[in-house]
């Protein structure tokens, strides 16, 4: 996958993770409770396509994607650079 692919992937799970907010105050749940669970698959892509390091089936590395995927104070640009390259490794 092309970085600036994994950009817009990224930038796409910002904005489902804001609409899952507005969601929960909406309705009550999430997407995960209802009829669009299947927007859990830009996760999962994004996931599959990240750098070895972290599609580890280790707990500690889900938990260090996950930590990355969802820093917001990092621009797309900057978590797909990490997430693709695995350049942190850290103990969480």
């Given at each position: 996958?092309?970085?600036?692919?994994?950009?817009?992937?990224?930038?796409?799970?910002?904005?489902?993770?804001?609409?899952?907010?507005?969601?929960?105050?909406?309705?009550?749940?999430?997407?995960?409770?209802?009829?669009?669970?299947?927007?859990?698959?830009?996760?999962?892509?994004?996931?599959?396509?990240?750098?070895?390091?972290?599609?580890?089936?280790?707990?500690?590395?889900?938990?260090?994607?996950?930590?990355?995927?969802?820093?917001?104070?990092?621009?797309?640009?900057?978590?797909?650079?990490?997430?693709?390259?695995g350049t942190i490794r850290m103990n969480t």
């Amino acid at each position: 996958m092309e970085k600036t692919d994994m950009e817009l992937l990224i930038e796409v799970e910002d904005e489902l993770h804001n609409m899952d907010k507005a969601l929960e105050q909406l309705a009550g749940h999430g997407h995960a409770s209802g009829a669009f669970i299947k927007l859990d698959n830009v996760f999962d892509v994004i996931h599959r396509n990240s750098h070895e390091y972290y599609t580890s089936e280790a707990d500690d590395r889900m938990q260090l994607f996950f930590q990355i995927l969802m820093s917001r104070e990092m621009t797309p640009e900057e978590r797909a650079d990490i997430l693709m390259n695995g350049t942190i490794r850290m103990n969480t």
